[in-house]
């Protein structure tokens, strides 16, 4: 699946989490080419702050994995760039690549992670070999702008109005 093609299915999936009363965040975890995860942030309908819509794809990711590695990569696809914890799950699940539509420059973990230098890098617990962004950004941007106008919580409207009006240029690594 083309990087394109996993970020447009996240950015439906947050579509569905902004029609359901949430932060318009969303992400799905293919293995090789199917989509064997998916979810949005659920902040809202579970009163709770870690149901981060990349986490919760990871853990149902997880679940359907078991303790075992395929030979097939895994690839987290997100609207938003993931944050440190997010990311730290990718890690640890072993994701290969990271593709997102929309740089979080307040706390997307992405240049964070490009400064971590681990003595050794174990191949069971590995920085992702792709991270690359950019993808639909502006249709991601309208999201969020939708949601600064919602009635979510002031600080949250905020945050989300200060994404839907960023400046920004394409990262990778």
């Known amino acids: 699946m083309e990087p394109e093609e996993a970020v447009r299915l996240a950015i439906d999936v947050a579509e569905q989490g902004f029609e359901a009363g949430e932060m318009p965040i969303g992400a799905v975890v293919l293995l090789g080419d199917q989509v064997i995860a998916g979810a949005y942030t659920q902040e809202q309908s579970l009163g709770r702050r870690v149901v981060h819509a990349d986490l919760m794809a990871m853990l149902e990711a997880d679940e359907h994995l078991g303790f075992t590695r395929s030979p097939l990569p895994l690839t987290l696809a997100v609207n938003l760039e ?92």
């Open 82 to 173: 993931p944050c440190l914890m997010c990311m730290g799950a990718a890690i640890t699940l072993g994701i290969d690549r990271v593709w997102f539509g929309l740089e979080s420059p307040n706390d997307g973990a992405t240049a964070l992670l490009e400064q971590w230098q681990p003595p050794t890098e174990q191949p069971f617990f590995s920085r992702p070999k792709e991270i690359v962004g950019g993808f639909y950004r502006f249709e991601v941007q309208e999201q969020f702008a939708r949601y600064s106008t919602s009635s979510a919580p002031a600080g949250m409207r905020e945050w989300a109005s200060g994404l839907s009006l960023l400046q920004t240029t394409p990262m990778s690594s």
